[in-house]
Every structure is written in C-alpha cells, then in structure tokens.
C-alpha cells in the first residue's frame, strides 16, 4: 500500500506546478506614459488602460511626462523595475530616436500612442509601431460640419470668417485643421476668409492668446467659425470670443476628442462651442494596453500602424454617446 506517501507525492507536484508556473509567466509589466497627465483624454487612455491589465492580468505603471528629461529617465526606471513593454504619448515627437535607441538599450517593447515620433530627418517614424487618429479625416469632418452649421444660419461669407488655432509643431495637429481648412474651402468658403491662429502651446491658454491676437486684428467679423488641434485649442478660443461679446448665436466651434469639453456641453445655457469629434479614447487605452500585452506574452506584434476614427457630439447626442463608448456611466 503507497498511500501514506499519496499526501506527499501531491504536495510534491503542487510545489512542481507552482515552480513550472512562475518560470513560464514572469510577471508581465508595462508602463503607459503620456504628455498632459491633467488632461481628461489622458486620464481617459489610462483608465481604459487599467481596465486591460485587471482583465489580463498585467501590472500597469501610469507615468506623466512632460518634458524630455522625464522621459528618458521615466524610461530607466521602467527597465530597473522590470517593464518589458512601453506605450507612449511624447511630449515632444522629435525625441523619437532617442526614445527608441533607449528602450532598445533597455529591452522594452515601444508603441507610440496619439503622437507619431518624427525622426532626425524630420519624417515620421513609421518603423516604430503607432495608433493614432484618421487626422486629416476628423479634421474634414470637422470642417464640413463647421459649413453646414453656418449655412444652417443663413451666415454669408462676407460676414463671415474661419478662425483655425493652429499648432503645427505636432503633425497630428496640423493634419487635423489642415483638413478642416480645405473642407471648408471644398465647401465654397473663400480662402482668404480663414484665418490661422497658431498657438504657442497646446492648451487652453496657448489658444485663448492666439484668437486673442487675431480677433484684434479682424475686428469686423460678425461671425467666426472655430477649429483646432483638439477640444481645448477650440474652448481657448471660445472664450476668447465671449471676451468679445461673441456668443452661440454669433460664433460656432466644433473640437476634436470629445472628452476634454464635457463641462462644456453641460453648461445651461450654450456657448460658441457646438460639439465635437469624439475619438476612441478605449481603442486608444484599451486597445494598444492589449497589443502590448500579447506582443510581450505571445510574442504576437501588433500592426505597425492603426488609425480610430471619430463621430461628431453636439449638445443633442452627447450624454448618449458617452455613455455607449463607457466614457460616462
Ligand atoms: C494628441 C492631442 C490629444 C488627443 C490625441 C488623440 O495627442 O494632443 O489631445 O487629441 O492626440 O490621439
């Protein structure tokens, strides 16, 4: 008879079991790293992002970086913490080749979120892998929304103007109000009617000061048409507008990310800001989280390159809306 040893033998091949285990999944570790922490998208990316490693069972350090300083050294202590994986939303594009000359050195699999690296030839880095946005698509729809809405009130383009807060340093951005400007101009609005406000940075007040400028400069518009890099280039310079007496019957702005203007939309009375395109922050979270995960687990690489789309908010849809992408319970 064997069986005293039964109990022994059993302990014996859970002990091998629990040893076979953690040698064939080492703890998976990614850290998600993005340029404005306070911002709501951001927040929204990491959220989705948390979701995707309670889910999969993956440790996610959240990381805000907004210089290049921070980066790279965010970057060293992903390595020393064990990370094998890096998704990341650079404050500056043209840091890419040393973000990826540093998470090669230090074994990390890159992903570039929202902004695509440009290298030292200051061409994107499509070899990097990337997920970002349908640009100069969003910003189209951007533009053909801002033409219909004004033909919807009967404004004509003598009294009319395009004020774009622009911010070409970032790629990303200026394919988005590059697109808005030539739907509009597709639309029959004269060219010499739009006006571009280019921002020195890529906030609220980076756009309050440059609409600022411009509304000074063209002091006879009756009504302005507004588009931006994002919801809070477009919130900038509506309040800009208000400063001047603008309001929703005078002036229309239409945004892009559809999560940094919810207050907004929520105010009683409506504002110059109509609506916006709402991007995936879940695809853009989630999704790239995901990628990360199986390319780490199952050594399974993600596309180098995929683009979300967006749909258009307004006052009418958006509590829906939100609520259908899991961006508001
Ligand atoms: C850029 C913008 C963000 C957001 C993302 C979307 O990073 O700064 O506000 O629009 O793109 O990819």
Request: glycine share 10%; with cysteine; net charge positive.
């Amino acid at each position: 008879m064997k069986l005293p040893f039964a109990p022994l033998a059993r302990l014996t091949s859970a002990l091998l079991f629990t040893a076979v285990t953690a040698l064939a999944a080492p703890a998976i570790k990614i850290g998600f790293l993005v340029k404005a922490p306070e911002e709501p998208w951001f927040q929204l990316e990491w959220k989705f992002a948390d979701q995707a490693a309670k889910e999969l069972g993956f440790t996610l350090v959240k990381i805000g970086a907004t210089d290049g300083e921070k980066v790279l050294s965010a970057i060293d202590n992903l390595a020393a913490g064990g990370a094998q994986g890096l998704i990341i939303c650079t404050p500056d594009t043209t840091l890419g080749p040393g973000i990826v000359a540093k998470a090669r050195s230090a074994g990390l699999k890159l992903l570039a979120v929202d902004d695509q690296f440009i290298g030292a030839n200051k061409q994107p880095m499509t070899k990097v892998h990337y997920l970002g946005i349908s640009a100069g698509k969003i910003g189209e729809d951007v533009g053909k929304t801002l033409a219909a809405e004004m033909k919807k009130r009967g404004w004509t383009p003598a009294d009319t103007a395009v004020c774009a807060a622009t911010f070409d340093e970032l790629a990303t951005a200026k394919a988005r109000t590059d697109g808005a400007i030539a739907a509009l101009k597709a639309a029959g609005f004269p060219e010499n009617r739009i006006f571009k406000a280019p921002q020195r940075t890529a906030d609220i007040p980076g756009s309050f000061d440059a609409t600022n400028v411009l509304l000074t400069q063209q002091p006879n518009v009756k009504h302005w048409l507004v588009c931006a890099n994002n919801d809070n280039g477009v919130l900038g310079a509506v309040r800009a507008l208000e400063g001047r007496g603008f309001t929703a019957a005078t002036a229309v702005g239409v945004g892009i990310n559809g999560t940094d203007c919810i207050t907004e939309l929520e105010k009683a009375k409506p504002t110059p800001f109509f609506g916006s395109m709402l991007l995936s922050a879940k695809s853009h979270g989630y999704e790239t989280a995901k990628m990360m995960f199986h390319w780490i687990k199952d050594g399974k690489e993600p596309a180098l390159d995929t683009r979300t789309v967006g749909v258009l908010i307004t006052r009418e849809n958006f509590r829906q809306v939100l609520k259908e992408q899991g961006v508001r319970d």
